[in-house]
């Protein structure tokens, strides 16, 4: 099947599900992933001393390699404003959203839960964007979607941050739990090391101790209990 990531930052896919992204290439699904901006308003490009277009390109190569690792089928990466989605018209934001969906027609597409993991605005656009194209593909026909899946943690280990305010979803409202192997794990922790400017926020937060074998989703209008193991279990092309 064909699996569409949409974030809206580079590194959102290697903080989250990438060993998830692994796995499901060796599982032979087609794994996509678009990225709205490249990335450049974050505060590295001080230390750097790069402009916000300077340190977009040198994500955008980091990305690069991250796409290499994980195996992507394919990568887009748009240069929408990092940081300034909320002053977008979501319509324009939608359009580019549904004519890339329209190009690939996955059968399943993930994104931010409703409440952002971090909770940083980009991260709620991206979830309230994607989900309102999601509903209107299928209104107007679009039968190759089958399924809108939400990246999330478990609440006790979201509260659990050793340094960030991090938000997860309640054991009712996750309905697929996938457990990935040692081989994914190691892409993981590869997919991050390509971040090489990135590398002291990626310490900080502490997500190469956080993250374990298991993945959890909330899947759109869906409710397992018990939970999925896998994000394309009952479906058919």
Do not use: W
Not at 135 to 157: H, M, P, Q, S, W
């Amino acid at each position: 099947m064909k699996i569409l990531y949409i974030y809206p930052h580079p590194d959102d896919e290697s903080f989250g599900p990438a060993h998830v992204m692994s796995l499901q290439r060796r599982q032979g699904h087609e794994v996509y992933l678009l990225t709205l901006t490249k990335g450049g308003a974050t505060k590295q490009r001080f230390r750097l001393n790069l402009t916000v277009d300077e340190m977009g390109e040198v994500r955008y190569k980091e990305m690069l390699n991250v796409a290499k690792i994980l195996d992507l089928s394919d990568m887009t990466v748009l240069d929408l404003p990092d940081s300034g989605l909320k002053e977008m018209d979501p319509r324009e934001i939608e359009r580019v959203i549904k004519n890339h969906i329209g190009k690939i027609q996955p059968q399943v597409i993930l994104t931010y839960a409703v409440h952002g993991i971090s909770g940083f605005h980009d991260h709620l656009v991206s979830h309230a964007v994607v989900k309102r194209v999601f509903v209107e593909l299928r209104d107007n026909g679009a039968t190759y979607l089958k399924r809108l899946a939400f990246v999330t943690l478990r609440e006790e280990i979201a509260s659990n941050s050793p340094h960030f305010h991090l938000n997860g979803s309640k054991p009712n409202e996750i309905d697929c739990v996938v457990h990935v192997e040692q081989h994914d794990m190691e892409r993981f922790q590869r997919a991050l090391d390509c971040y090489e400017t990135f590398q002291e926020t990626i310490d900080k937060s502490g997500v190469r101790d956080m993250m374990t074998t298991e993945a959890v989703f909330e899947i759109y209008q869906e409710q397992h209990d018990p939970p999925l193991t896998d994000l394309c279990q009952g479906l058919t092309l």
